[in-house]
């Protein structure tokens, strides 16, 4: 059974940094692209990155450009966000996906709220 | 960037009926596009994929046509565990981007 599972969100003020953290298991996690995709609370979905399964691909949306870096060790099966200048409108639930093929996201963790506030 | 301009916003249909959601992207995306239900409180879950290719163990009254920039989602006959919002979303160019969501309630 697949199963993805986020850790590490949380209350941070303005500028402030976080690191997400997304445990894969129940698949080849070496095998599949991954994306963050978060929900700003009441709001619809937004696609934030995507990393090729070896990290040879990387793209972010503008929103979080220059501020957002994902990453990803296939040894630890883990996938993760690396957020900083974080501001108060990156306050979402923020869901790792799985990538079925050109960001069709088949499996999703649970999410990880993120509250930037102060 | 690609806008997905779905409608309606949200509707309100009884058990048994047809539900019939639009979605209508800023450009020709081709068929590239996904269909996704969520749930209160829930993560979203992949419907349709390609437009109109059912996921597997989706159930059968789900379905997805169109191509080029209009495209539509169909639930042929609403179930009370349907009750959620269906987010439409194409990968034809980066940056992925998602429609605003359609709401859907029971009567």
């Known amino acids: 059974e697949v199963q993805l599972v986020e850790s590490g969100g949380g209350l941070v003020k303005p500028g402030g940094s976080l690191r997400l953290s997304c445990a894969a298991s129940?698949?080849?996690?070496?095998?599949?692209?991954m994306n963050w995709v978060r929900q700003a609370p009441g709001k619809g979905l937004e696609w934030v990155s995507s990393?090729?399964?070896?990290?040879?691909?990387?793209y972010y949306a503008d929103s979080v450009k220059g501020r957002f870096t994902i990453s990803r060790d296939n040894a630890k099966n883990s996938l993760y966000l690396q957020m900083n200048s974080l501001r108060a409108e990156d306050t979402a639930v923020y869901y790792c996906?799985?990538?079925?093929?050109?960001?069709?996201?088949?499996?999703w963790g649970q999410g990880t709220l993120v509250t930037v506030s102060s | 960037d690609i806008q997905m301009t779905q409608s309606p916003s949200s509707l309100s249909a009884s058990v048994g009926d047809r539900v019939t959601i639009t979605c209508q992207a800023s450009?020709?995306?081709?068929?590239?596009l996904n269909w996704y239900q969520q749930k209160p409180g829930k993560a979203p879950k992949l419907l349709i994929y390609?437009?109109?290719n059912l996921e597997t163990g989706v159930p059968s009254r789900f379905s997805g046509s169109g191509s080029g920039t209009d495209f539509t989602f169909t639930i042929s006959s609403l179930q009370p565990e349907d009750i959620a919002t269906y987010y439409c979303?194409?990968?034809?160019?980066?940056?992925?981007?998602f429609g605003g969501g359609t709401k859907v309630e029971i009567k």
């Open positions: 990393i090729s399964s070896s990290s040879s691909y990387i």
């Open positions: 996906a799985q990538d079925g093929g050109v960001a069709t996201m088949i499996y």
């Open positions: 129940g698949f080849t996690f070496s095998s599949y692209s």
């Open positions: 450009q020709d995306i081709s068929n590239y």
């Open positions: 979303q194409q990968y034809d160019n980066l940056p992925f981007t």
């Open positions: 390609d437009a109109s």
